[in-house]
């Protein structure tokens, strides 16, 4: 009892002395302690409750190597970028975007840096394990542990090599992340990394986000969406972020509300170059973006906390993703809004996107002898292909991927039931996550169908557009180099 | 994509042609016509053109009545004449092309910036930064190069870059704001497209060719020289319009041996050689005295065969050696196209 008091005080003076930050969010604190006790430990923290606190902080109490596995690959150096924004320590990442000669000439450093970030994929790369072997791994921390299990929507079968890795790098401590798991899913991220449940303590914080505002807005067609979208946003003040399904949309949209409208917006999606990318996230940070036009691509890197809006063009493939995505607005714990427009027939696209024909078993013969390329098996190849080369028999992958199409239409159907249901959506959503009703004043569109930004506590905040300076570059430029 | 229908004009143009020097892919023929119809100063403006987007760019004019197509050939229509006359009144025109040889920009800006990042972080006594997500090579690049300097760092940099962009200033005032506007440090992450395009009044997709331009610029005014930044990006800069290999045989003929003698010595089959030095006649005239290296004969011949504009000459094997043969009437057209055509010359690096 003495010793965890005394940890409680060590952690809230080393979050106040490294980050700055008085008092930790919900789960960070129960999670810290449990790591820096040399506890395995699984945390379903939905996204808010600065994750990435959870490994940067033992950096400063646990000695050795801090080893980061995430499926994002486009967004670990983002990841990486924020650890070297604190200052302290080096971190490095090796993935699929690193050449492979910078690959070798990194794997001879790697002893340099205090934090590596990796995918599974490069993971299970012979020359990488072998020189994270050599290294002493404080913490594995695996990021989205939801991948891991076939129940869950974003599964990775790459992932299942993650048990051998972490048996051959016997790290001093394991953290299990991720925003959304429920029980059954939480079970099967253990078993598939053979953890006993015994030996690990699980840390689960609920879904709700009490000052998000629910609301759903059914419209005729797209083009209805288009301009609801350009009378509603100067109400809204900013910052905010409209998350599309396609690149092409948000890149259009976009430009047609910049056009339109007196808000700054632009667009973001992993086409962009790195350079880009990093100059847009900055730019919305210093507040010289209003809106964001993004794919689902955005938002991991991001640590702003006064997003006011998120709004979906697109209905996504499911409550988990939904949940995600509309737990990045309102951090700062201000009223915010989540918004969803519904064209009849959108579930269509989400349901194009997930259901795939399984190729017939004699293709599958033939991928698996290697007469034929793996490409032939459409958009799932990677997943198709992992299996049949890890004892998979075509028969019993034709049951498993029947069987993860119609979970993947169960998910669908329970995020249509959310845009269609006629009681509380705040009640739909803990429900589906196995969590007790909730009642709050605020709530939903179902309680206040004519609701206004101004009621919801929005639109206070001027946005950033209309400031026009003088600008002359010599004076910039000296500004720049401090002279 | 609307800057496309520019690169093409009333007389046929081989579209193989502009989409290959748009991808900065050098084969003589794609040089050769890319010089006749002007275009080497777009040579690689965009390497990652896609085959299918070009395609079906090209299907959409000719279906909007702007281009007709024929054969490979494609041509401006009237109606299309007028739509890229008023796209060249209305856009920005790019002015630095010529110097596209210099470095691949986009890797020389991204180098850059992450070196003045790092310096103005720097001098604002900031440690705590994210630095710019370049390639691991330029990273080392960067911060080997910072090891170096001295403690005036700020200072030296910032007279080199006011130098630089009064220069600048001078060809395009647009252009000097731009690039400092740009720049990513400390507290600033530059202007947001909407808003560079908004100051300079400019539409966001000539955005493009703008920083294509200032950054050719900034390498050209860093060639062969030295300074803070040339140290930098030095390594980035190709020191000849020529590929090394093109130019170690250019040097070998210059010293007197002959074609044959340098496939042998070098391992090349003489193809190879013989297009080595039919790009060195396209891209350094100077360099290669054409005269030299036809016989008179050959000439003399080749005056009563080909006749007319040498863009429309047909060849035709004469000898049991058309390889040969096809070379010298190759080097021939490219000698009297440079004569002639007022476009294609002393575009490319043909001059410093
Ligand atoms: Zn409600």
């Known amino acids: 009892m003495e010793r965890k008091e005394k940890m409680n005080l060590d952690l809230t003076a080393s979050l106040r002395q490294h980050f700055g930050f008085t008092a ?13 006790n040399g506890q395995d430990t699984l945390a379903i923290l939905p996204t808010g409750a600065g994750k990435s606190l959870l490994y940067q902080l033992p950096a400063y109490h646990l000695t050795g190597t801090i080893l980061v596995i995430s499926p994002l690959i486009a967004l670990m150096q983002d990841q990486a970028d924020r650890i070297a924004r604190q200052g302290d320590y080096r971190a490095v990442v090796l993935n699929s975007t690193v050449e492979m000669h910078d690959q070798a000439a990194l794997l001879e450093t790697l002893g340099d840096y205090r934090f590596i970030f990796t995918s599974p994929e490069t993971l299970a790369r012979g020359p990488v394990l072998g020189a994270l072997r050599q290294l002493k791994i404080a913490l594995l921390v695996v990021d989205e542990a939801h991948c891991i299990s076939e129940w869950g929507p974003n599964f990775r079968p790459e992932y299942l090599t993650l048990k051998n890795a972490r048996q051959a790098l016997k790290p001093g401590v394991t953290l299990l ?4 798991a429920p029980p059954q899913i939480a079970q099967d991220i253990l078993t598939k990394m053979a953890m006993a449940p015994e030996q690990v303590a699980t840390v689960r914080q609920s879904v709700n986000r009490a000052n998000l505002f629910l609301a759903v807005h059914p419209v005729a067609d797209p083009l209805a969406k288009q301009h609801y979208l350009q009378a509603l946003l100067p109400r809204l003040g ?11 949309q948000a890149t259009a949209m976009a430009n047609w509300l910049e056009q339109t409208t007196s808000l700054q917006v632009a667009a973001y999606h992993a086409g962009l170059e790195p350079v880009v990318r990093y100059r847009l996230q900055t730019q919305f940070m210093q507040n010289q973006v209003d809106v964001i036009c993004a794919t689902s691509a955005f938002g991991m890197g991001i640590d702003k906390n006064d997003i006011r809006y998120v709004i979906h063009y697109h209905m996504p493939a499911g409550l988990a993703a939904y949940t995600q995505e509309i737990g990045r607005a309102g951090r700062d714990g201000q009223p915010a809004l989540a918004l969803l427009l519904y064209a009849p027939g959108d579930e269509s696209l989400p349901e194009l996107l997930t259901q795939t024909e399984l190729p017939a078993p004699a293709v599958l013969e033939e991928v698996m002898a290697g007469r034929v390329a793996p490409t032939v098996l459409g958009p799932k190849a990677d997943v198709i292909n992992f299996y049949l080369h890890h004892g998979v028999t075509p028969q019993q992958l034709q049951q498993l991927m029947a069987q993860q199409s119609r979970l993947a239409q169960q998910r669908i159907n329970e995020m249509l039931g959310y845009v269609m249901t006629t009681a509380c959506r705040r009640q739909y959503l803990l429900h589906a996550f196995g969590e007790k009703p909730i009642e709050q004043a605020l709530c939903c569109d179902r309680h206040q169908s004519n609701w ?8 206070a905040v001027k946005t950033f557009a209309t400031v026009e300076r003088s600008y002359n570059w010599r004076q910039q430029l000296a500004h720049f180099f401090a002279c | 994509m609307s800057y496309l229908l520019t690169l093409f004009d009333k007389t046929p143009r081989r579209i193989r ?38 395609d079906t760019w090209l299907q959409s004019q000719a279906a909007k009545g702007n281009l007709l197509i024929d054969q490979q050939m494609a041509w401006l229509t009237p109606q299309g004449l007028s739509v890229k006359q008023a796209w060249q009144t209305e856009h920005y025109q790019p002015q630095f092309g010529q110097w596209t040889w210099l470095a691949n920009w986009q890797q020389l800006a991204n180098r850059v910036l992450l070196a003045l990042q790092l310096v103005s972080e720097y001098r604002h006594h900031n440690r705590r930064f994210a630095p710019l997500p370049v390639s691991f090579k330029d990273k080392v690049a960067v911060r080997q190069w910072f090891l170096q300097q001295s403690s005036l760092i700020g200072q030296e940099l910032l007279k080199e870059l006011t130098s630089y962009l009064t220069a600048l200033e001078k060809a395009d005032p ?17 202007w947001t497209e909407a808003e560079a395009a908004r100051r300079l009044a400019v539409a966001r997709q000539d955005l493009f060719w703008m920083e294509r331009d200032m950054w050719l610029f900034l390498a050209h005014s860093l060639w062969q020289q ?20 093109v130019q170690t045989t250019v040097e070998a003929w210059q010293r007197g041996y002959s074609l044959a003698e340098i496939s042998r010595f070098r391992h090349l089959k003489i193809g190879t050689v013989r297009e080595h030095l039919l790009q060195a006649t396209i891209l350094v005239p100077e360099q290669v005295p054409v005269m030299k290296v036809l016989p008179p004969q050959i000439v003399a011949r080749f005056a009563e065969q080909y006749q007319g504009s040498a863009l429309t000459w047909q060849f035709q094997a004469q000898t049991n050696d058309p390889g040969l043969e096809f070379f010298y009437f190759r080097l021939l057209q490219i000698k009297a196209a440079q004569t002639v055509g007022k476009e294609g010359e002393d575009e490319f690096g043909s001059h410093r």
Request: proline letters at 7%; glycine letters at 10%; one cysteine or more.
């Open chain 2, 17 to 54: 042609v502009v989409e290959g020097i748009l991808q900065a892919k050098r084969t003589v023929t794609n040089l050769f016509w890319g010089q006749c119809y002007g275009l080497l100063p777009y040579l690689g403006a965009d390497r990652h053109l896609k085959r299918a987007t070009y």
């Open chain 1, 177 to 180: 992340l991720t925003a959304t």
């Open chain 1, 24 to 36: 930790f969010r919900p789960g960070q604190e129960a999670t810290l302690t449990r790591i820096l």
């Open chain 1, 238 to 248: 900013g910052p905010g972020v409209i998350y599309f399904s396609s690149r092409k």
């Open chain 1, 452 to 459: 206004q930004p101004q009621e919801l506590g929005l639109g």
């Open chain 2, 226 to 245: 030295t300074g803070t930044l040339a140290a930098l990006v030095q390594p980035l800069l190709a020191p000849s319009p020529l590929p090394k290999s």
């Open chain 2, 174 to 190: 647009r252009l000097a704001d731009l690039f400092v506007f740009q720049l990513i440090g400390h507290e600033t992450a530059g």
